[in-house]
């Protein structure tokens, strides 16, 4: 304060007027802010009121309650699709999205389905497997909750407490690790489920399945007319509680000596679930040098999954071996295969149709209980005629 002027005295300074303008935003001026919104030039207006859907309905000319139907991805009802796009691009125009507290209310549900996948791991098929199930259920408006673990015991703990909680209203199921006993505390939860795989579970729980068989009997195929006769599997010869292991082993032995063909094995360690990705390629890796340098004689393999597709090309090339001039390579999966060197040929999983069958059991009991899903052989660079 300075001396000889009292506080009361002081002149008191009224704020500056807030100035309103519609003027172009100016990133030069003094004071402006950064520009929300660069592409448009001005500052956009919020605009407080939220879109109901009897807006949405007004606009493309239906009642609410096909208006509702349509966006609620309803199942059992029926409508032309000239309706169901005007109702969505009327939804789409006005920025409508689902009140999903107050629609929890209304149904009683929680519009969520959890993935229970034990033993996931960052690999590029669990990425995968992901995306797809959230393709399938997006368009219904069904979001989707992860419950993963490196043991089966620890997704299934997930998977109660987001039952207890209501938090769920359905659950979906990777058969990775699964025995009856896991099937118990799941049919004890109360909820709608399905499981994807179950090879080993039997045929009368809700099941999506592959047919594994069918896509190692189209590689083989694929091999034998372009004249091989000796193959090899590479892969596990055994383990894996899900019988998955065992049922494409024994698929390229039936199907290879089908043929006429001499079928070896190059034997790849069961790695745990916490390194699954590293050690597995390592170790197939590992089983293709050793085999190759043994003196093993195929002219093509067909590997148990695509992580160890790569591994073979890798130890093939460090060997100066060509591909497919000298020998070809078949993975199982079809994830990230088209970014290999060379592209690799590979069994698809078709994982959305797979997740189209799950989550159709889960939110319609009235579907088919057990759905067994034909893989598609993809047919790319890594295979070619068997070497002279």
């Not at 990775?176 to 505390?185: A, F, M, R």
Request: hydrophobic share 45%; net charge positive; glycine share 8%.
């Amino acid at each position: 304060m300075m001396a000889g002027r009292s506080a009361a005295s002081s002149p008191k300074r009224r704020p500056a007027p807030i100035r309103r303008t519609s003027a172009p935003w100016d990133p030069g001026r003094p004071g402006w802010p950064a520009h929300p919104d660069p592409s448009r030039g001005r500052i956009p207006e919020h605009n407080p009121v939220m879109t109901t859907l009897r807006d949405v309905a007004k606009l493309a000319k239906v009642s609410t309650c096909t208006a509702s139907k349509v966006l609620s991805g309803d199942t059992k009802s029926r409508f032309r699709p000239d309706t169901a796009d005007a109702v969505r691009a009327a939804a789409k125009k006005l920025g409508w999205t689902p009140d999903h507290r107050a629609r929890s209310l209304r149904t009683g549900k929680a519009g969520a389905i959890a993935l229970i996948t034990p033993g996931v791991s960052n690999s590029p098929f669990s990425n995968a497997l992901i995306a797809a199930a959230d393709a399938v259920l997006r368009p219904t408006g069904t979001s989707l909750i992860m419950a993963g673990g490196t043991r089966v015991q620890g997704a299934l703990a997930t998977a109660t407490r987001l039952a207890e909680e209501r938090r769920v209203d359905g659950l979906l199921v990777m058969s990775w690790s699964l025995l009856p006993e896991h099937v118990t505390i799941l049919k004890g939860l109360g909820l709608p489920y399905a499981i994807i795989g179950g090879h080993n579970l039997g045929e009368t729980l809700p099941t999506a399945k592959l047919d594994d068989a069918a896509g190692i009997a189209a590689a083989v195929t694929h091999l034998a007319e372009l004249g091989h006769r000796r193959i090899a599997w590479v892969g596990p010869t055994h383990g894996g509680k899900d019988g998955l292991i065992t049922e494409r082993r024994k698929a390229v032995h039936r199907h290879g000596q089908a043929a006429g063909m001499v079928v070896a094995d190059v034997e790849v360690p069961v790695t745990g679930p916490e390194t699954r990705n590293r050690e597995e390629v390592a170790a197939a890796a590992t089983a293709v040098l050793a085999a190759v340098q043994g003196g093993l004689d195929a002219t093509a393999l067909i590997c148990y999954n695509d992580l160890e597709a790569n591994a073979a090309l890798y130890a093939l090339h460090s060997l100066g071996r060509a591909i497919p001039r000298d020998i070809s390579v078949i993975g199982f999966d079809n994830v990230l295969a088209e970014i290999t060197w060379p592209s690799l040929t590979t069994i698809s999983h078709e994982l959305e149709a797979l997740m189209q069958a799950a989550v159709g059991m889960v939110l319609d009991s009235s579907l088919p209980r057990q759905v067994l899903v034909t893989p598609r052989l993809v047919v790319r660079d890594s295979s070619g005629p068997a070497p002279a």
